[in-house]
């Protein structure tokens, strides 16, 4: 099976912008999650999907969010982009939701905020 | 609520050296625990978990990891390091039956291998 894949691998953007990030997971799995990593932060939870719904948010601003698609595929939106918002996106799927099923990772993509 | 500790953001090892990465948990309940590497501009790759049962727990490329439920704790261990090991680890942990709790991830591990 293909992994997770997650384009675009880079973006550069400018404050203020928005941007939109997609993931499509292993065939079958029906559950989305996205992470964002940073030098300072680590790993930090933003939101998980399954089935098209959101079954949990992470403690970030409401300028991200995200959705799935009846396919599984998931995209995760940023707007009015600030500086801090630089960082490494991960997208990770499996087949069950919750967080004790098995989470297979893509290679992410690079924001990058001017 | 649940954290995790990895002790050491470095660890420099000579190459055919034991590899241990600490890990520290605490969860009020029965945790699930994980061990991910990340390479160079790649994502996490699961390396092993422990969920329930027999607390050492084999994972790929000669990894393995014990529970140690009386320690909070689940290093991650190799007896020989090679040069291709050399990436960031991981210690997550969550718990069944937690609501919606996500999982939670250490702030990593760099392990460099020395020739």
């Known amino acids: 099976k293909a992994g997770v894949t997650q384009t675009p691998r880079y973006l550069i953007k400018t404050r203020g912008q928005q941007v939109t990030l997609s993931c499509s997971p292993i065939?079958?799995?029906?559950?989305v999650s996205w992470y964002q990593q940073t030098p300072g932060q680590g790993l930090q939870f933003l939101f998980e999907?399954?089935?098209?719904?959101?079954?949990n948010k992470g403690n970030f601003p409401g300028r991200f969010s995200g959705r799935q698609f009846s396919n599984s595929r998931s995209e995760m939106n940023v707007s009015t982009l600030e500086l801090g918002d630089s960082a490494l996106y991960l997208c990770a799927s499996s087949e069950l939701a919750g967080r004790t099923d098995t989470q297979y990772f893509g290679p992410g993509t690079r924001l990058t905020v001017l | 609520a649940q954290s995790v500790t990895q002790l050491g953001s470095h660890v420099s090892v000579s190459e055919g050296a034991l590899v241990l990465l600490r890990c520290n948990y605490s969860s009020s309940v029965p945790p699930y625990l994980f061990w991910y590497v990340q390479y160079p501009n790649q994502g996490l790759q699961l390396l092993l978990k422990?969920?329930?049962?027999?607390?050492l727990v084999k994972g790929i490329n000669g990894f393995e990891a014990e529970f140690k439920k009386s320690e909070t704790s689940f290093h991650l261990t190799k007896p020989s390091a090679h040069m291709s090991d050399a990436a960031e680890y991981f210690c997550a942990v969550t718990t069944p039956n937690s609501g919606n709790t996500p999982l939670v991830f250490g702030k990593g591990t760099r392990l460099s291998v020395i020739a």
């Open positions: 065939s079958g799995h029906r559950s």
């Open positions: 999907y399954f089935s098209e719904t959101q079954r």
């Open positions: 422990y969920t329930t049962g027999a607390t």
